[in-house]
């Protein structure tokens, strides 16, 4: 692989170098400059135009014992998208300049190698990240839910609600459940039927048996990833039901309430999805929902941050000031 098969419009590839943020410690990053790496055979370069910045980032942010710094350059970053400015020997089928939408793990940086059969095309005039969509469309089709079905979701950001919006689509009813009053008005616009403020455990599952005529709910999906919302989505589901856990819990062991889901039977579904095949059909599918506007993203993405200022990005996922949903972080 060499150079000239760079676009000379791309100043960015001339330079034969990238840059790539790095965190050096817990809440610390750093931009290195590093050799433009050529792909081998089947294999990628896509100079990065974006990388959304995932809530599953924030267990590394906040620098747990098991972390090992410093981190790759661009690790973390698995939202990207961009386009192609190096072919490696043997990739057809796609193009020089094409935007993709792409499957790595290194995508908070200018550049990033990846497999070609990891990206898929990204029409000229959308550019998002397509991997947390597919994200939430993957946990629907675990989540199992049909026409009819009271549904209960536990945390309102970006998954909770896209999985507000499929869920309604799908004919269920949603009772949205949320800390900030600005996400429970995103639920509503999402088509949730009924919005719960996440701020008394005892008030919350009393509403929800209020409203469910003391049944409770067929499924109830929890989205924030922590012990108290796992206790809170536990207690929420009916006899019989199913409890969807797409939170990512990664600051430690979880304690359950076997005694309360042994007795009502539950389903317990730990809905991540870890193949990239799958990842990538549910990609191609997010590209198509996005496209024929099934799925809207416009109030979703709220922020957008150079890469040199990842950490600003990180600090308001964790914080989420304001209207605050997702942040995506622009690399080029
Ligand atoms: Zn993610």
Request: glycine residues 12%.
């Amino acid at each position: 692989m060499n150079v000239s098969l760079t676009p000379a419009r791309d100043h960015r590839a001339d330079a034969a170098r990238m840059r790539a943020a790095r965190l050096t410690g817990p809440g610390h990053i750093e931009i290195v400059s590093l050799p433009l790496p050529d792909p081998a055979e089947g294999e990628l370069r896509i100079a990065i135009e974006g990388c959304g910045v995932c809530a599953s980032n924030l267990g590394p942010w906040a620098g747990p014992e098991w972390m090992s710094f410093p981190t790759e350059p661009g690790g973390m970053g698995h939202e990207g998208w961009g386009r192609i400015d190096a072919l490696g020997p043997g990739v057809s089928g796609l193009a020089q300049g094409q935007r993709v939408a792409f499957l790595g793990q290194h995508g908070y940086a200018s550049h990033e190698v990846v497999p070609a059969n990891h990206c898929l095309p990204l029409p000229d005039d959308m550019a998002f990240p397509a991997e947390p969509v597919a994200c939430a469309l993957n946990i629907f089709r675990r989540s199992g839910i049909a026409r009819g079905d009271r549904v209960a979701i536990v945390g309102i950001g970006f998954l909770g609600a896209l999985l507000t919006r499929l869920a309604s689509d799908a004919g269920a009813e949603v009772i949205a459940i949320s800390r900030r009053e600005g996400s429970l008005a995103l639920a509503r616009r999402m088509g949730a039927a009924r919005t719960v403020p996440m701020l008394d455990h005892h008030a919350i599952v009393e509403e929800v048996r209020g409203l469910t005529g003391g049944r409770f709910c067929d499924v109830v999906i929890e989205a924030v990833g922590k012990q108290w919302p796992l206790d809170l989505a536990g207690e929420l589901v009916a006899e019989g039901g199913r409890l969807v856990i797409a939170g990512y819990h990664q600051d430690g062991p979880r304690q359950v309430n076997m005694q309360q889901w042994n007795w009502r039977g539950i389903d317990v579904v730990n809905a991540h999805e870890r193949r990239p095949e799958v990842y990538l059909s549910a990609m191609q599918e997010a590209i198509e929902a996005v496209r024929k506007g099934r799925l809207d993203l416009s109030g979703l993405i709220t922020h957008s941050y150079p890469l040199d200022r990842l950490a600003e990005a990180l600090d308001a996922t964790r914080d989420k000031p304001g209207e605050f949903v997702k942040a995506v972080v622009t690399c080029c």
